[in-house]
């Protein structure tokens, strides 16, 4: 898989040559943009239905997720048509932790944190590199043509009631191709009422949110306003091993600097219903501003890093979903302050880049033969454009455009015990990207245009043996991921282009059987993924390196999630993933060889509890050894651990609340036995520490 890069200093320091991802840029958008619908109502077995915040599925039988509520316990594991699909539930979450550590816990996907909360994280599915899974908001795509990492991480999680993990498929109805999975991002709603939150922790973790929300007395229109802030220091000490982890008499106990976080932001909704007519609107505003350390060996205790956000969407759904429209703009400014050139070979002073970008989808989606077949087709587009200025220079402006049409045939058949759902998705890129002259006084390159065509298509099916007891589904796909921006044309931090990259080519498949009985659900499913040309960055001089089409990569695995009530106040929940991702390429040098950062075990088990009005949990959290680096030395191996979190909460309903009113406290102690941590060399992790959170509802 592509190697990892940090941005700067560095720069020839793969992470690790394996996962295709360079630390993510804390980038924006805003632009505009026109742009038509053409129907498509050829039944020739196109795409599934979208399963994103708008799908709704017509059969009984079938439901679209495993819901998990994130820090308190699991609900039930249904089959879906689309991919297999994990929902995290976020209504009752205390807030405690960011982005990374709520996806850590999803059977398939591993996060590897570079720091505390706030900090970058490096996720992989079944296995895949990060750039090959897709990020969205409501459906909508997040821009990712930079690095392909979207910038989930500044995402505010105080924004969101839940996260949709797809694993091994991307929904045809989501915007473009390409990719392993998708996570997508579901906003917050609220149409009544107060909601404060206020939370506290070590290191000097600290923050709240506050949300308004009201609705029209025949419930015509609502709407809610959501303020948030956070900060933490990350001044945690840890254990520098001084990159021999095979030895300990070198280490030194340290203090992490320069790796504070903190954000703040806005976000608003509303909703109104006029006849047949349903107009959904949402607009959002943040900002976050935090230390650049660094990795050990190359820190930077002068560096920060600011970044600005501005983005909203528009939704029009006209009879029920049959006519659907959604508009998004957005903007993003980042700043990269460092005054005395640690993080990069530029010339020291600040670096200044902003990203747009603009999206519309039209999607039709008729009712064929009655409930029994149904057609879900559309076309979408998008930009992303991007400049970059140092001092008083700035490169030319880059561009990325995408067509994409898509169609989804849902079939019921068996008198609605089967479900076939194939899926089609064709899409046209476009990439307008200048190089930057290697001596100011020449000429910028002309017909630099980049065009290419792609077609996804995938295929699910569900056979419910039991009704509302048991279901086997099945899922398969082919698709694409086109190169990043860096990956094409590099970057003045270190990073050379290679313009001549093919894109990867996924294969992907899995196989699922879900229980439900009673008290106990339980889904095992096993999966197989192969990337073809695929991406890795390789060192071609002392300080830059450079993206090149490197061998054949297979993933294969088993995934099982299951929640078991033991009694009415008692219940067992959890996951495990089991897989083995290795190198299946040419070179005799790598052949055979695991790919690092990935465990062949990972799990994860809650067990919550009810005691009078307390509602106890212990969680525990086990990965196994892995490898560092791509030619898999044994001396720097990362062993096993397991680590271990204590949390508690309780619910009081004071009268001065109201009948509705609700007060709850949560307390949560991570990383109980204080191991010591590293998921990437270089990038220490907190030991034990501790939260506090009080929330007021009415």
């Known amino acids: 898989m592509a190697c990892h890069h940090l941005r700067g200093r560095g720069m020839a320091l793969a992470i690790d040559p394996g996962r295709g991802f360079i630390l993510p840029k804390k980038w924006r958008v805003f632009a505009s943009a026109a742009a038509w619908w053409l129907a498509v109502a050829l039944p020739c077995f196109v795409v599934a239905p979208c399963l994103g915040a708008e799908a709704d599925l017509s059969a009984a039988s079938y439901a679209d997720t495993m819901v998990v509520t994130a820090g308190l316990g699991a609900g039930p594991i249904d089959a879906a048509t689309a991919s297999l699909v994990t929902r995290i539930a976020l209504d009752k979450n205390p807030g405690f932790g960011d982005l990374s550590q709520v996806l850590g816990n999803v059977a398939g996907l591993q996060m590897a944190r570079l720091g505390g909360w706030g900090a970058a994280a490096v996720p992989s599915l079944r296995g895949a590199a990060p750039a090959q899974i897709r990020f969205f908001i409501d459906g909508i795509p997040m821009p990712d043509a930079q690095t392909g990492l979207a910038g989930f991480g500044q995402l505010p999680l105080d924004r969101l009631q839940a996260i949709e993990v797809h694993r091994g498929v991307v929904p045809a109805g989501f915007g473009g191709v390409g990719g392993a999975g998708a996570i997508n991002f579901v906003t917050r709603e609220q149409s009544e009422g107060v909601d404060l939150a206020l939370q506290m922790g070590s290191f000097g973790e600290r923050g709240g949110r506050v949300s308004v929300g009201g609705h029209a007395a025949d419930n015509s229109r609502s709407a809610m306003l ?314 071609n001089s002392q300080r830059t390196s450079k993206a090149i089409n490197f061998g054949h990569i297979v993933a294969r695995g088993l995934e099982w999630e299951m929640v078991l009530r033991l009694s009415e106040s008692l219940e067992l929940s959890g996951n495990l993933t089991a897989q083995n991702v290795e190198n299946r390429g040419d070179d005799p040098a790598y052949r055979g060889k695991k790919l690092p950062f990935l465990p062949a075990l990972e799990s994860h088990g809650r067990l919550s509890a009810r005691w009078g009005d307390w509602r106890p949990r212990i969680e525990v959290t086990h990965m196994g050894t892995n490898y560092r680096d791509r030619a898999n030395t044994e001396l720097d191996k990362a062993p096993a651990r397991t680590l271990v979190n204590l949390g508690v909460g309780r619910q009081w309903f004071p009268d001065w609340l109201g009948t509705a009113g609700v007060l709850s406290l949560q307390a949560e102690v991570i990383n109980l036995t204080g191991n010591d941590i590293y998921d990437v060399e270089g990038f220490p992790l907190p030991g034990r520490s501790w939260h506090l959170a009080l929330r007021i509802r009415r």
Do not use: C
Request: no cysteine; aromatic share 10%; proline share 5%.
């Open 226 to 539: 959501l303020l948030h802030g956070h900060r933490a220091d990350n001044d945690f000490t840890f254990t520098d091993h001084n990159q021999t982890f095979y030895r300990d008499d070198d280490d030194t106990q340290k203090v992490r600097q320069n790796a504070w976080v903190e954000e703040w932001g806005a976000w608003g909704s509303g909703r109104w219903t006029m006849g047949n007519l349903l107009a959904r609107g949402r607009l959002g505003a943040s900002r976050r501003d935090g230390g650049r350390p660094g990795p050990l060996g190359y820190l930077s205790p002068h560096a920060s890093v600011r970044f600005d956000r501005l983005d909203g969407q528009l939704h029009l759904d006209w009879l029920a979903g049959l006519l659907k429209a959604d508009a998004a703009l957005g903007r993003g400014d980042e700043f990269l302050h460092d005054p005395q050139g640690e993080t990069s070979f530029a010339p020291p002073g600040t670096t200044h880049t902003r990203g747009d970008d603009a999206y519309l989808r039209l999607a039709w989606a008729p009712a064929l033969l009655g409930d029994h077949l149904g057609l879900d087709t559309g076309v979408d587009w998008r930009g992303q454009w991007q400049t970059e200025t140092l001092g008083a220079k700035t490169d030319p402006e880059h561009s990325r455009r995408i067509l994409s049409a898509f169609a989804t045939l849902t079939a019921d058949l068996a008198d609605g015990r089967l479900r076939v759902v194939p899926a089609w998705r064709w899409q046209r890129t476009t990439d307008d990207f200048p190089a930057v002259p290697d001596f100011p006084w020449l000429p910028l390159e002309t017909d630099v245009e980049h065009q290419r065509e792609d077609i996804s298509p995938s295929l699910g099916i569900v056979w419910t043996a039991v009704p509302d007891g048991a279901y086997l589904e099945a899922h398969a796909a082919q698709t694409v991921r086109v190169p990043t921006w860096i990956e094409l044309f590099g970057h003045r931090g270190g990073v050379d282009g290679n313009r001549e990259l093919m894109p990867e080519k996924l294969t992907s498949a899995d196989v699922a059987l879900s229980l439900r009985d009673g008290s106990f659900s339980g889904r095992i499913a096993a999966f197989y993924a192969a990337t073809d040309d695929k991406i890795i960055f390789v060192q």
